[in-house]
Structure formats: structure tokens, C-alpha cells
């Protein structure tokens, strides 16, 4: 959760750029970066030293590795149990979380007695749409109940299942782009805060920010990678 009420003196807003909210704090930032009106460019190589000292002065300061620690955690992954049929209401279409792809997939549909419904096993994470309308998320429970649950915790609980897993970021030149994969909303606004660009409904992110993508990923049991770059003869 992040701090709600009276905003940070300092915070990171993208990696290496604060917005500084208490002016008394320009008089330390100054010589280690550039200052533009309510901005902070960070040029100097003394980056923990300087967030050391705004802290020792009392000012309170919200970085992007700690955004990261506040983001929740996985949880506990459940047991795949027993198989159930459900008829599908009118007009609305299941997908389940698939841990192997990370991707939501179909629900095949099956007609029983003239009833269309959707084969579905304990302890999986549903999708549920009704047209174009806002997907609703469940978890399958105990005697074929599907629990109501919101988006982030089935992801979480869609990734618990997938750990250990690799991904694979690629190269754009000096940029990074990243896998297009559904991620849990806190995650998903977090790597949207660091990337500069988009491609192929990729975030784009520059090589600084490289390390915290690393970690956000890391919490989700995911290790992501750089492809090989192929040699130039």
C-alpha cells in the first residue's frame, strides 16, 4: 500500500527524475544534478549518499525501489483439485489464467443437454466477459463456487502458480523492450511509470531503468533476462 495523506517533500517519478515539493531541499540537491522549476534531474554518481542525507535532514522521500517493496506480494499457490462443469450465463465468455504462458486462454465450451457451459478446475483463476464489458474475476472454490475476486489478486494468484518462470526482454537499439504479458495493476502502473515509450503494446523502458524492471518482475517469481544479441561478423 502506498503512503495516503500529506505528499513526500521528494519523490521519484521516473528513474532519476524527482519532483521536489519542499523547496528547503534544493539547497542539498544543488551541484548533484540539474534543477528545473519543482524538478530534479539526478546527474551525480552519489545517489544513496544523497538520499541518505535528505533523509537525515528530515525530509521525507519516496523512491522508486520503495514503490517496489510496497508492492504486494504472491500469494501461497493453491492446488489444482477437482474438475467441474458450469453453464455459462447468457453471452459471456471464460478464460483462464494459463501458468505456462502467462497469458489468459479460452475456456473451451462445452453443450451438455442443450446447455452451453465451460469444464473448470479448483483452485483456477477465471476471467469473465460479457461482450466488450469489464472483465469480473473468480477464483474457482470448494463444490464448484466461483469466489468474486478483483483483477490484482488474480494475477497474483495466477503467477503463483507460474513460479519459477523465465521471460525474455529485447533489445530496440539503446532501449529495452519489454514482454507483453498481463501483470497485476500495481505492477503494470509502476513499469508504466519508468517506460518512455510503447511498441507493439510493449513497454519501452531505457537501460537505467533495467535493474528496477528486474525486480518488480523478481516479486512475481519471474527472472527476465536480455535476449543475446547476435554477433556482427
Given at each position: 500500500m502506498e503512503r495516503e495523506g500529506k505528499p513526500y517533500d521528494i519523490e521519484e517519478i521516473a528513474p532519476g527524475r524527482f519532483i521536489v515539493r519542499d523547496p528547503r531541499a534544493k539547497t542539498i540537491l544543488k551541484g548533484e544534478g540539474d534543477l528545473e522549476g519543482q524538478?530534479?534531474?539526478?546527474?551525480?554518481?552519489?545517489?544513496?549518499?544523497?538520499?541518505a542525507r535528505l533523509r537525515g535532514r528530515g525530509f521525507r522521500v519516496l523512491t522508486l525501489e520503495d514503490r517496489i517493496r510496497r508492492l504486494p506480494p504472491l500469494p501461497a499457490p493453491l492446488p489444482t483439485g477437482s474438475s467441474f462443469w458450469l453453464p455459462l450465463p447468457d453471452d459471456e465468455r471464460w478464460s483462464v489464467f494459463d501458468p505456462q504462458h502467462l497469458?489468459?486462454?479460452?475456456v473451451p465450451v462445452e453443450i451438455r443437454d442443450?446447455?452451453?457451459g465451460c469444464v473448470i478446475r479448483q483452485g483456477q483463476v477465471i476471467r469473465r466477459?460479457?461482450?466488450?464489458?469489464?472483465?469480473?474475476y473468480a477464483l474457482v472454490a470448494e463444490g464448484a463456487t466461483l469466489r468474486t475476486i478483483d483483477e490484482?489478486?488474480?494475477?497474483?494468484?495466477?503467477y503463483a502458480r507460474a513460479t519459477p518462470v523465465r521471460l525474455t526482454a529485447r533489445r530496440d537499439g539503446e532501449r529495452i523492450v519489454l514482454p507483453a504479458h498481463p501483470l497485476p495493476p500495481p505492477h503494470r502502473r509502476l513499469l508504466r511509470r519508468m517506460a518512455i515509450d510503447t511498441l507493439d503494446d510493449c513497454l519501452v523502458i531505457e537501460t537505467k531503468a533495467w535493474a528496477l524492471a528486474q525486480e518488480i518482475y523478481a516479486g512475481l517469481g519471474v527472472l527476465i533476462i536480455l535476449?543475446?544479441?547476435?554477433?556482427?561478423k
Amino acid at each position: 500500500m502506498e503512503r495516503e495523506g500529506k505528499p513526500y517533500d521528494i519523490e521519484e517519478i521516473a528513474p532519476g527524475r524527482f519532483i521536489v515539493r519542499d523547496p528547503r531541499a534544493k539547497t542539498i540537491l544543488k551541484g548533484e544534478g540539474d534543477l528545473e522549476g519543482q524538478f530534479f534531474t539526478l546527474r551525480s554518481w552519489r545517489r544513496e549518499g544523497l538520499l541518505a542525507r535528505l533523509r537525515g535532514r528530515g525530509f521525507r522521500v519516496l523512491t522508486l525501489e520503495d514503490r517496489i517493496r510496497r508492492l504486494p506480494p504472491l500469494p501461497a499457490p493453491l492446488p489444482t483439485g477437482s474438475s467441474f462443469w458450469l453453464p455459462l450465463p447468457d453471452d459471456e465468455r471464460w478464460s483462464v489464467f494459463d501458468p505456462q504462458h502467462l497469458d489468459w486462454i479460452p475456456v473451451p465450451v462445452e453443450i451438455r443437454d442443450g446447455i452451453a457451459g465451460c469444464v473448470i478446475r479448483q483452485g483456477q483463476v477465471i476471467r469473465r466477459r460479457r461482450g466488450r464489458g469489464v472483465p469480473r474475476y473468480a477464483l474457482v472454490a470448494e463444490g464448484a463456487t466461483l469466489r468474486t475476486i478483483d483483477e490484482t489478486e488474480a494475477l497474483l494468484h495466477g503467477y503463483a502458480r507460474a513460479t519459477p518462470v523465465r521471460l525474455t526482454a529485447r533489445r530496440d537499439g539503446e532501449r529495452i523492450v519489454l514482454p507483453a504479458h498481463p501483470l497485476p495493476p500495481p505492477h503494470r502502473r509502476l513499469l508504466r511509470r519508468m517506460a518512455i515509450d510503447t511498441l507493439d503494446d510493449c513497454l519501452v523502458i531505457e537501460t537505467k531503468a533495467w535493474a528496477l524492471a528486474q525486480e518488480i518482475y523478481a516479486g512475481l517469481g519471474v527472472l527476465i533476462i536480455l535476449e543475446k544479441q547476435a554477433e556482427t561478423k
